[in-house]
């Protein structure tokens, strides 16, 4: 399994940017797919995730990005989307696709958003 991120870069405060990551091999069942990002010096933290719940999938959101990020998931495509609207400098960091499956955790190689004038 190999999860392929693009989106990431440099934008003005306030700007925007989508990030992308497709998963690609042989698998069954996602169980959540998702971002966390890691800034220096910090933890890596969970930005957005989409998790299977029953019939149906729900999104998860960090409480510092709720109402300017919103996640989406093609099913047919296992791919993810990160759509990142009204960004801060706080936001920059390098950030990190995570596919969750029944019998294992795959992460992505990381690409950075650097968020500054």
């Known amino acids: 399994v190999q999860l392929q991120a693009y989106g990431g870069g440099l934008v003005q405060p306030g700007g925007s940017l989508r990030l992308s990551c497709a998963a690609s091999?042989?698998?069954?069942?996602?169980?959540?797919m998702g971002w966390y990002r890691q800034a220096p010096g910090k933890q890596r933290e969970l930005v957005a995730v989409?998790?299977?719940?029953?019939?149906?999938?729900?999104?998860d959101y960090a409480d510092s990005v709720k109402g300017r990020f919103t996640i989406s998931k093609d099913n047919a495509k296992n791919t993810v989307y990160l759509q990142m609207n009204s960004l801060k400098p706080g936001d920059t960091a390098v950030y990190y696709c995570?596919?969750?499956?029944?019998?294992?955790?795959?992460w992505g190689q990381g690409t950075q958003v650097t968020v500054s004038s």
């Open positions: 995570n596919l969750v499956l029944p019998t294992y955790n795959y």
């Open positions: 091999g042989r698998f069954f069942g996602i169980n959540a």
């Open positions: 989409i998790r299977r719940g029953g019939s149906t999938n729900y999104a």
